[in-house]
């Protein structure tokens, strides 16, 4: 029978080794966080196209209720005195409360994802220095 030699591994391939695994590592925590930073940023370019339609079909609903509100006979919608003007009034101030309100939660969320952004490429830049730190503990 015969016998399997064991191979050793020196101390040189051992630091080989460990610095392409650590390189290894170093680049997918890289692609990883870069991924997860763009998945974020189109979230958010989705949330706030979302957000512009329904406020575009909002307003369009609106301007069409107010068209139907003027073209009604004063005999038959007297319920507003035939004066679409008060009614029009309270349309146009919701619908600059709720932009104010979308614009403010726009702005809210921008910030939020570009502070997670600038943390997110913090903790990266001092993980890898760390990596680093780490790999030129091995130089010869």
Same mark, same amino acid.
């Given at each position: 029978?015969?016998?399997?030699?064991?191979?050793?591994?020196?101390?040189?391939?051992?630091?080989?080794?460990? @610095?392409? =695994?650590? +390189?290894? /590592?170093?680049?997918?925590?890289?692609?990883?966080?870069?991924?997860?930073? $763009?998945?974020?940023?189109?979230?958010?370019?989705?949330?706030?196209?979302?957000?512009?339609?329904?406020?575009?079909?909002?307003?369009?609903y609106n301007r069409f209720m107010k068209d139907l509100a003027e073209r009604f006979?004063?005999?038959?919608?007297?319920?507003?005195?035939?004066?679409? @003007?008060? =009614?029009? +009034?309270? /349309?146009?101030?919701?619908?600059?409360?709720?932009?104010?309100?979308?614009? $403010?939660?726009?702005?809210?969320?921008?910030?939020?994802?570009?502070?997670?952004?600038?943390?997110?490429?913090?903790?990266?830049?001092r993980n890898i220095s760390i990596f680093n730190y780490y790999l030129n503990l091995?130089?010869?």
């Amino acid at each position: 029978m015969a016998q399997l030699k064991k191979k050793e591994i020196g101390g040189g391939e051992f630091v080989d080794l460990f @610095k392409g =695994l650590t +390189e290894l /590592t170093k680049e997918n925590y890289q692609i990883g966080l870069e991924f997860s930073i $763009s998945i974020l940023e189109a979230d958010l370019n989705l949330l706030n196209t979302q957000v512009e339609q329904w406020f575009a079909w909002h307003e369009s609903y609106n301007r069409f209720m107010k068209d139907l509100a003027e073209r009604f006979p004063n005999e038959i919608a007297n319920f507003w005195n035939g004066n679409s @003007k008060h =009614l029009n +009034e309270q /349309t146009e101030r919701f619908l600059i409360l709720q932009k104010d309100y979308i614009d $403010s939660a726009r702005k809210v969320s921008e910030k939020l994802t570009r502070d997670v952004i600038s943390f997110t490429q913090k903790s990266m830049e001092r993980n890898i220095s760390i990596f680093n730190y780490y790999l030129n503990l091995f130089k010869d």
